[in-house]
C-alpha cells in the first residue's frame, strides 16, 4: 500500500491511495489549478508500510507523468514483498540512499544482497558472527559471553553497512554487486524476482483477467507462497488455474508432467535449483533434455530424473539430429564403417532409427541424450486412439441475381450445415500437413512430454443424430491420464481459436449458392470440448441439441 498526500504547499493536499488511475490523476491535478505554475505539485507526504519508504519520496514532483508511472509501479511492487522483505527494503534504504524512484524500485529487486539476523539472537552469538564477518575470526563459544558487544558492533560498522529493522539487524553482503534489473527500457512485471526460472499468473478458477490475478516467481520461498495464500484466501495455491510468462528463458512448465499445480511447479523449481542447477545455461538446457527424454508422468518422477542428471549424456553440440547421430558415433565403432561413396547406397533413416534404439539414444529439441539406465521412459506401449468432439459453425455468403457476393453473412450450426457435409470434408482432405509430417497439430503441443507421448492429431467431421460436429482424432502411445488428456484438449482449443483453425475458418468452400466458411471455435458459452465417451452420454441423455447443436 502507498498512500500519498500531494500539493503545491504543505497547507492543501489531495489524498491518492496508489494505484491509481488516469481519470483520478486529472481530478487531484486539476484541484490545484494553474494559478501559480511556478510552485510544483510535490509529495508532501507518503504513507506505506514499508518504514522509511514514506521519507525518501517526500519533495517528488507528482506533475511529471514518469515519476507518477514509478510510483504506482512501486506500490504494485511492495505488494510482492513479504514483511520481512519489507523491513530488509527498509534498511537498505537507508544503508544506500538511493537518489532517484529507479533506484529505489532497482534496490527492491537486489535484498539477495542484504542478510537478515533476526531479533532474539544473543548478543555473544551476535558479536562472534560480526567478528567472524569482519576479520574472520572464529570466537569460541566458551569466551564469547566475554566479549563487549558495543565495542565489537562499533568496530565492525565503522567498515561495514549495517541497519535494524522491526524484524532484525541487516547486513549487506561482503562484495556484494547489485544487478540492474529495473530501469533502461526494461519491462519487467512487479512480482518478478531475480534468479526466477518462471512467472506464474495465479487466478481464480473461472476468473481470469487479460493480466493474471496474482503474479509468482518460480521458486519461491514459503513466506511468499503464504504471501500468495493469503491473497486468495486459500490454503493451497494449486486450487488456483495460471498461465506462464517467461524470464529470459524457456517455459519450465513444458518440461514438467501436465497438470501440475502452482505449489507443485515450485517445489519442481526449488529442487532444481537448489539440488541440480549450477547457475549456468548449459546445465539448464541439459535438465531440459533429460525430463523431455524420460517423459516422467508424475512430479516425483521428474524429480527422481532431475536429482540423477549424472546418469545421462547429452551429445556433443552439433549432434541434433539422427542422421548426425550415425556419424557420430560411427566415428569411434569398431563394429560398422561407413565412407562417402557407400553412405550415397544406405537408407540413413532406417540406419539412424535402428543405431538409435541399439544404443538407447533419444532425439530430444535440446539435443539427443543417452543412458544407461532409463527409469521411466516407455512409449512402446500400444498406440490409443481418442476422439474429441466440439461443435462447429459457418457463414454462408450468397449470391444475388447478379452473381455478386452478400456482404451479411447467414450463422449456421451443425444441423445447417450437414448439408454441405461433403464440401467440407473435401476441404479438409485438401489441408496440407508436409510441414508437420504424420504428426498433424501435435506438433505444436506446448508441453514436451506431453509432445513425446502424443503420436498425432488431426481434425475432421463428423455426423452425429442429424448435426456435423468438429472431431478431433488423437493417437497416443498408450493411454492419456486425464490430466494429459485436458492439456491435450487445452492445446486442440488453442489450435482451433488461434491456430490451424483461424486458418482454416478463411479458406472458402465453394457451394452452388454462395461461399461457405467454417470455423471450428467460437466464442460462446455453449463450445465444449468432449471425450467420445462423455459426448456420446450427453447425446443419450438428452432429446434435443445441445453444445452448440449436440
Same mark, same amino acid.
Given at each position: 500500500?502507498?498512500?500519498?498526500?500531494?500539493?503545491?504547499?504543505?497547507?492543501?493536499?489531495?489524498?491518492?491511495?496508489?494505484?491509481?488511475?488516469?481519470?483520478?490523476?486529472?481530478?487531484?491535478?486539476?484541484?490545484?489549478? !494553474?494559478?501559480?505554475?511556478?510552485?510544483?505539485?510535490?509529495?508532501?507526504?507518503?504513507?506505506?508500510?514499508?518504514?522509511?519508504?514514506?521519507?525518501?519520496?517526500?519533495?517528488?514532483?507528482?506533475?511529471?507523468?514518469?515519476?507518477?508511472?514509478?510510483?504506482?509501479?512501486?506500490?504494485?511492487?511492495?505488494?510482492?514483498?513479504?514483511?520481512?522483505?519489507? !523491513?530488509?527494503?527498509?534498511?537498505?534504504?537507508?544503508?544506500?540512499?538511493?537518489?532517484?524512484?529507479?533506484?529505489?524500485? =532497482?534496490?527492491?529487486? =537486489?535484498?539477495?544482497?542484504?542478510?537478515?539476523?533476526?531479533?532474539?539472537?544473543?548478543?555473544?552469538?551476535?558479536?562472534?558472527?560480526?567478528?567472524?564477518?569482519?576479520? #574472520?575470526?572464529?570466537?569460541?563459544?566458551?569466551?564469547?559471553?566475554?566479549?563487549?558487544?558495543?565495542? $565489537?558492533?562499533?568496530?565492525?560498522?565503522?567498515?561495514?553497512? #549495517?541497519?535494524?529493522?522491526?524484524?532484525?539487524?541487516?547486513?549487506?553482503?561482503?562484495?556484494?554487486?547489485?544487478? @540492474?534489473?529495473?530501469? =533502461? %527500457?526494461?519491462?519487467?512485471?512487479?512480482?518478478?524476482?531475480?534468479?526466477?526460472?518462471?512467472?506464474?499468473?495465479?487466478?481464480?478458477?473461472?476468473?481470469?483477467?487479460?493480466?493474471? !490475478?496474482?503474479?509468482?516467481?518460480?521458486?519461491?520461498?514459503?513466506?511468499?507462497?503464504?504471501?500468495?495464500?493469503?491473497?486468495?484466501?486459500?490454503?493451497?495455491?494449486?486450487?488456483? !488455474?495460471?498461465?506462464?510468462?517467461?524470464? %529470459? *528463458?524457456?517455459?519450465?512448465?513444458?518440461?514438467?508432467?501436465?497438470?501440475?499445480?502452482?505449489?507443485?511447479?515450485?517445489?519442481?523449481?526449488?529442487?532444481?535449483?537448489?539440488?541440480?542447477?549450477?547457475?549456468? @545455461?548449459?546445465?539448464?538446457?541439459?535438465?531440459?533434455?533429460?525430463?523431455?527424454?524420460?517423459?516422467?508422468?508424475?512430479?516425483?518422477?521428474?524429480?527422481?530424473?532431475?536429482?540423477?542428471?549424472?546418469?545421462?549424456?547429452?551429445?556433443?553440440? #552439433?549432434?541434433?539430429?539422427?542422421?548426425?547421430?550415425?556419424?557420430?558415433?560411427? @566415428?569411434?565403432?569398431?563394429?560398422?564403417?561407413?565412407? #562417402?561413396?557407400?553412405?550415397?547406397?544406405?537408407?540413413?533413416?532406417?540406419?539412424?532409427?535402428?543405431?538409435?534404439?541399439?544404443?538407447?539414444? $533419444?532425439?530430444?529439441?535440446?539435443?539427443?541424450?543417452?543412458?544407461?539406465?532409463?527409469?521411466?521412459?516407455?512409449?512402446?506401449?500400444?498406440?490409443?486412439?481418442?476422439?474429441?468432439?466440439?461443435?462447429?459453425?459457418?457463414?454462408?455468403?450468397?449470391?444475388?441475381?447478379?452473381? =455478386?457476393? %452478400?456482404?451479411?453473412?447467414?450463422?449456421?450450426?451443425? *444441423?445447417?450445415?450437414?448439408?454441405?457435409?461433403?464440401?467440407?470434408?473435401?476441404?479438409?482432405?485438401?489441408?496440407?500437413?508436409?510441414?508437420?509430417? /504424420?504428426?498433424?497439430?501435435?506438433?505444436?503441443? /506446448?508441453?514436451?512430454?506431453?509432445?513425446?507421448?502424443?503420436?498425432?492429431?488431426?481434425?475432421?467431421?463428423?455426423?452425429?443424430?442429424?448435426?456435423?460436429?468438429?472431431?478431433?482424432?488423437?493417437?497416443?502411445?498408450?493411454?492419456?491420464?486425464?490430466?494429459?488428456?485436458?492439456?491435450?484438449?487445452?492445446?486442440?482449443?488453442?489450435?482451433?481459436?488461434?491456430?490451424?483453425?483461424?486458418?482454416?475458418?478463411?479458406?472458402?468452400?465453394?457451394?452452388?449458392?454462395?461461399?461457405?466458411? $467454417?470455423?471450428?471455435?467460437?466464442?460462446?458459452?455453449?463450445?465444449?470440448?468432449?471425450?467420445?465417451?462423455?459426448?456420446?452420454?450427453?447425446?443419450?441423455?438428452?432429446?434435443?441439441?445441445?453444445?452448440?447443436?449436440?
Amino acid at each position: 500500500m502507498l498512500k500519498l498526500y500531494i500539493g503545491r504547499n504543505a497547507g492543501r493536499t489531495v489524498c491518492l491511495t496508489l494505484p491509481v488511475s488516469y481519470k483520478e490523476v486529472d481530478k487531484a491535478l486539476a484541484e490545484f489549478g !494553474d494559478a501559480r505554475p511556478e510552485t510544483p505539485v510535490l509529495v508532501q507526504e507518503a504513507q506505506t508500510s514499508v518504514p522509511y519508504l514514506g521519507e525518501r519520496l517526500e519533495g517528488i514532483s507528482y506533475e511529471k507523468q514518469e515519476n507518477r508511472q514509478e510510483l504506482d509501479f512501486l506500490t504494485r511492487r511492495i505488494r510482492y514483498l513479504t514483511q520481512t522483505e519489507q !523491513d530488509v527494503f527498509s534498511a537498505a534504504l537507508r544503508m544506500e540512499s538511493p537518489g532517484s524512484l529507479g533506484e529505489i524500485i =532497482n534496490l527492491s529487486y =537486489n535484498l539477495d544482497q542484504y542478510e537478515r539476523i533476526p531479533h532474539g539472537t544473543e548478543q555473544s552469538e551476535l558479536s562472534r558472527m560480526l567478528l567472524k564477518k569482519d576479520r #574472520g575470526i572464529e570466537v569460541p563459544a566458551e569466551i564469547a559471553g566475554f566479549l563487549d558487544h558495543e565495542r $565489537v558492533s562499533s568496530a565492525y560498522f565503522f567498515r561495514h553497512k #549495517g541497519e535494524f529493522s522491526p524484524s532484525g539487524l541487516v547486513l549487506k553482503k561482503e562484495g556484494a554487486v547489485p544487478e @540492474e534489473v529495473y530501469g =533502461n %527500457g526494461r519491462h519487467i512485471h512487479p512480482g518478478y524476482e531475480k534468479g526466477s526460472l518462471i512467472l506464474l499468473h495465479l487466478y481464480q478458477k473461472g476468473y481470469r483477467s487479460p493480466y493474471g !490475478d496474482y503474479a509468482l516467481s518460480i521458486p519461491a520461498p514459503r513466506e511468499r507462497i503464504a504471501l500468495a495464500r493469503e491473497h486468495f484466501g486459500a490454503e493451497s495455491l494449486d486450487s488456483c !488455474d495460471f498461465y506462464t510468462s517467461f524470464v %529470459g *528463458r524457456e517455459d519450465l512448465t513444458d518440461y514438467l508432467p501436465a497438470g501440475l499445480g502452482a505449489e507443485e511447479i515450485n517445489r519442481a523449481a526449488t529442487f532444481f535449483v537448489e539440488e541440480v542447477l549450477d547457475g549456468t @545455461e548449459e546445465r539448464l538446457q541439459q535438465l531440459y533434455a533429460v525430463l523431455e527424454a524420460e517423459c516422467p508422468r508424475t512430479l516425483e518422477e521428474a524429480l527422481e530424473a532431475a536429482g540423477n542428471l549424472k546418469d545421462y549424456r547429452l551429445c556433443p553440440e #552439433g549432434v541434433d539430429s539422427p542422421e548426425e547421430y550415425v556419424h557420430h558415433v560411427l @566415428e569411434d565403432s569398431e563394429v560398422y564403417y561407413l565412407d #562417402g561413396f557407400i553412405e550415397q547406397f544406405v537408407d540413413m533413416d532406417r540406419m539412424a532409427k535402428a543405431l538409435m534404439e541399439e544404443t538407447g539414444a $533419444v532425439e530430444t529439441s535440446h539435443g539427443i541424450v543417452t543412458s544407461d539406465k532409463w527409469r521411466f521412459r516407455d512409449l512402446s506401449g500400444d498406440l490409443v486412439t481418442t476422439r474429441l468432439f466440439s461443435p462447429i459453425q459457418g457463414e454462408f455468403f450468397e449470391e444475388d441475381q447478379w452473381g =455478386n457476393m %452478400g456482404e451479411t453473412p447467414s450463422v449456421l450450426d451443425g *444441423r445447417d450445415l450437414m448439408q454441405y457435409a461433403s464440401a467440407i470434408q473435401e476441404r479438409i482432405d485438401e489441408e496440407d500437413w508436409s510441414h508437420e509430417g /504424420d504428426r498433424g497439430l501435435a506438433a505444436y503441443l /506446448d508441453n514436451q512430454l506431453l509432445k513425446q507421448r502424443v503420436a498425432s492429431m488431426f481434425p475432421g467431421i463428423e455426423e452425429m443424430n442429424g448435426c456435423l460436429y468438429g472431431v478431433m482424432t488423437v493417437v497416443s502411445h498408450g493411454e492419456l491420464t486425464p490430466q494429459e488428456m485436458e492439456a491435450v484438449m487445452a492445446g486442440w482449443s488453442g489450435q482451433a481459436s488461434d491456430g490451424w483453425g483461424e486458418g482454416f475458418e478463411q479458406r472458402e468452400i465453394e457451394a452452388e449458392e454462395g461461399e461457405l466458411y $467454417v470455423s471450428f471455435w467460437h466464442s460462446g458459452e455453449d463450445f465444449e470440448i468432449l471425450p467420445e465417451d462423455v459426448f456420446l452420454d450427453r447425446l443419450r441423455e438428452s432429446s434435443g441439441p445441445q453444445m452448440g447443436g449436440m
